[in-house]
Each structure stands twice: as C-alpha cells, then as structure tokens.
C-alpha cells in the first residue's frame, strides 16, 4: 500500500472566495477512482510543540492499495485539471509518499 500526503501554504493575498474555491477543488481529487481512503483537511488545534507544524493551509492524505493506483491518480484529468487551475493559488508545496502493510 502507498499513501500519498501532500501539504499546501497557499498565496497570503488569496481572498476568502479564491481560498473556498481551492479547498472545493482539493475536495474533488477524493473522487477519482482507486483511493482507498482519502481525507482533506487544516492544520489541527494541537499544542505547539517543536515538532509539529501547523504553518500550512491544506493537506490532502490518499491510500493506494498499489504504486499502479497512485500512477493512474496522478494522470487522471481531475488530477491534471486541479494543478493546472489550482497551481497559482499556492507558494509552496510538499509532498510526502510512503509505502506500508495494510
């Protein structure tokens, strides 16, 4: 199994429409076929501690039952049309993939 996290800080100046609109796009990537589990979220209301970091805006956590799942996520269209009409709104992104036992 394969899940994909990816962490987004979105553009300080973006207004509250242009930050609903990305968060509604981040929400359709969910439905494209072969996720196994797939949430959508903001930074949680944890303690600060120097080990978390709750600077970013989104995150996007997917599980893949394989690697041929997560290939097929990443050239699915919804995919490609979310980066091409989402990719302005942000300054930073990062993504962190592990492999795991189910």
């Given amino acids: ?4 996290t990816v962490f987004f800080w979105l553009k ?3 207004a509250p429409a242009q930050r609903a609109g990305f ?4 929400r359709g990537l969910v439905s494209i076929p072969g996720a ?3 949430l959508v979220g903001r930074p949680g209301k944890t303690a600060a501690r120097p080990v978390v ?8 956590e997917i599980e893949f039952a ?4 997560h ?3 990443q050239d699915h269209a919804l995919h490609t049309a979310f980066l091409e009409g989402q990719r302005s709104k942000w300054e930073r ?6 492999e795991h036992q189910p």
């Fill in 71 to 73: 290939d097929r996520y």
């Fill in 36 to 38: 196994k589990r797939a």
């Fill in 53 to 60: 970091d709750h600077s970013y805006d989104f995150a996007l």
């Fill in 66 to 69: 394989s690697l041929a799942d």
């Fill in 23 to 26: 968060e509604a796009a981040l």
């Fill in 93 to 98: 992104v990062v993504v962190y993939d592990f």
């Fill in 12 to 14: 300080k100046d973006l």
């Fill in 1 to 4: 199994m394969l899940t994909h």
